[in-house]
T-cell receptor
Framework: DAGVIQSPRHEVTEMGQEVTLRCKPISGHDYLFWYRQTMMRGLELLIYFNNNVPIDDSGMPEDRFSAKMPNASFSTLKIQPSEPRDSAVYFC????????????FGPGTRLTVT | QKEVEQNSGPLSVPEGAIASLNCTYSDRGSQSFFWYRQYSGKSPELIMSIYSNGDKEDGRFTAQLNKASQYVSLLIRDSQPSDSATYLCAALLASGGSYIPTFGRGTSLIVHP
């Protein structure tokens, strides 16, 4: 299997622009997680899905952030409008229910908002 | 606020020594614990999971869980320079009817030749 796939790998955008991050989980995995990692706050869970349904979005920082999972093989994380404080590495991860949230991470998207 | 705590380090050990990484968690009801390794500029990689009290061994790695003390540790035997990385402890913490994977800030390990 190719593992978790994320795109783009790097994104540089100006404040106020819309940013869309994409993720393809490992085939057969029924959980998908979005994380943000910064030096200040470490690795933070933003939202996770089970069978394409959002289970917990309490980590989404504000209404500027939204996430969707229209099918089992694709998810997006959108930031609109983006702000400089959104600069971070965003990771997507997936897991199988049967192994209790053992997560496999994608390579991440490094977002820079200027 | 439910948390997972780790010493940020760095923990420096000589090659061939045992590295001991520690983690505490605040949710007494938590049942599932994980150790991830993250090399600089890379994504976290799962090393081990542990769900029951006691030790679990996988090659040079041993995870230890003590639920009464709310304490998880990772031992790395015969440490190699390639083990130099940040080690993240994670726990599933109950929150509002669901389980939230919660990560510690990580411990930086340096293995010097």
């Amino acid at each position: 299997d190719a593992g978790v796939i994320q795109s783009p790998r790097h994104e540089v955008t100006e404040m106020g622009q819309e940013v869309t991050l994409r993720c393809k989980p490992i085939s057969g995995h029924d959980y998908l997680f979005w994380y943000r990692q910064t030096m200040m706050r470490g690795l933070e869970l933003l939202i996770y899905f089970n069978n394409n349904v959002p289970i917990d979005d309490s980590g989404m920082p504000e209404d500027r952030f939204s996430a969707k999972m229209p099918n089992a093989s694709f998810s997006t994380l959108k930031i609109q409008p983006s702000e400089p404080r959104d600069s971070a590495v965003y990771f997507c991860a997936s897991s199988l229910t049967s192994v209790s949230y053992e997560q496999y991470f994608g390579p991440g998207t490094r977002l820079t908002v200027t | 606020q439910k948390e997972v705590e780790q010493n940020s380090g760095p923990l420096s050990v000589p090659e061939g020594a045992i590295a001991s990484l520690n983690c505490t968690y605040s949710d007494r009801g938590s049942q599932s614990f994980f150790w991830y390794r993250q090399y600089s500029g890379k994504s976290p990689e799962l090393i081990m999971s542990i769900y029951s009290n006691g030790d679990k061994e996988d090659g040079r790695f041993t995870a230890q869980l003590n639920k009464a003390s709310q304490y998880v540790s990772l031992l790395i035997r015969d440490s190699q320079p390639s083990d130099s990385a940040t080690y993240l402890c994670a726990a599933l913490l109950a929150s509002g009817g669901s389980y939230i994977p919660t990560f510690g800030r990580g411990t930086s390990l340096i293995v010097h030749p």
